[in-house]
């Protein structure tokens, strides 16, 4: 449900709740009751569902990600005009969808990997507003880079199962799908933001500013 | 009953409208905001409605001397 229509639900369900608190006798009827049932139990927690999928959905954005000051310099780096780049060449072509770029390639596409990215945005939040967050260029994955990532898309792609340097040792392919060689390993796809450590990169921008979903 | 209700409309007023400035509210911490205090007072007006349901049923029953089960 679309942000508006959800916050156009919730304040018709504050004014209902308002005119209970206002007119507590209109409850005395059968039909009062069954208002009064609708208003003070079926309205507010369908409401809460309906905010908080709201709010879930929306963390998943490429700006709910960059809101955050600690981020910037990773928003900018999706715009580094450079394809050696990885998450700018992902992002300024669609390979990832534009306004999901950070969820997309930062959460597992396992059973729990929602679930996973989530506790772990709430693990940032608690060191953003009460502890003491470190530098932008200090922040470091909490384990490895994941290769199944990369593979949920790459997997069977033509550019990747017949690469030259992919299949310039027999043993790399399969080391890179058993995730014992890294992607992001150095000689490879190392350089992915590489916020701290830009020298003298030229930045590039849109002419149309919407993001927009890739198909 | 009319002083329940009226406190429980008001828990769920406020969360609702906490829920809904969380919801225009553009931030990560807007999450936090509607899930605990949101949802908490949201969830404490709800459960006073239905305590209040439960607590003002045996009363009205039994100032009507009639059992609640013969009543419905």
Redesign the interface.
């Known amino acids: 449900m679309p ?1 508006i229509a ?2 156009v639900l ?2 018709f ?2 004014i209902l ?2 005119l ?2 206002v007119r ?2 209109i ?1 005395v009827t059968r039909a009062g009751k069954i208002l ?1 049932f609708g ?3 079926f309205l ?2 369908f ?2 569902a309906v ?2 999928q ?3 959905t ?2 998943e954005s490429t ?2 990600c960059l ?2 000051h600690i981020m910037e310099s990773y928003g900018r780096s999706l715009h580094i005009d450079d394809p050696s780049y990885l998450a700018a060449a992902h992002f300024q072509n669609h390979r990832v969808p534009a306004d999901e770029a950070c969820y997309t390639c930062h959460s597992d596409y396992a059973m729990f990997g929602t679930i996973k990215a989530k506790l772990g ?2 693990r ?2 608690y060191v ?2 009460l502890g003491t967050p470190p530098l932008p260029q200090d922040i470091k994955l909490y384990k490895p880079f994941n290769n199944q990532v990369c593979l949920h898309c790459h997997l069977g792609a033509r550019s990747f199962e017949e690469g030259v340097v992919h299949n310039a040792d027999p043993a790399t392919l399969p080391a890179i799908k058993a995730n014992k060689l890294s992607c992001i390993s150095s000689g490879c796809h190392e350089m992915v933001h590489n916020v701290g450590h830009w020298g003298d990169v030229k930045f590039w921008y849109q002419k149309n500013q919407s993001v927009r979903r890739s198909p | 009953m009319n002083r329940r209700l009226r406190i429980s409309g008001v828990l769920v007023t406020i969360g609702l409208l906490v829920e809904g400035l969380c919801l225009m509210w553009s931030r990560p911490i807007a999450f936090v905001v509607l899930v605990v205090f949101g949802g908490m007072l949201i969830g404490i007006g709800v459960l006073f409605f239905l305590l209040s349901l439960a607590s003002a049923a045996p009363d009205s029953a039994h100032a009507s001397g009639l059992a609640p089960d013969k009543r419905q």
């Open positions: 942000t959800t916050v919730v304040l369900s504050a709740a308002c209970i608190v507590p006798e409850t009064a208003v003070l139990f507010p927690v409401s809460l905010g908080v709201n709010e879930m929306r963390s700006t709910f809101s955050c945005g709430l940032h939040l953003y507003y």
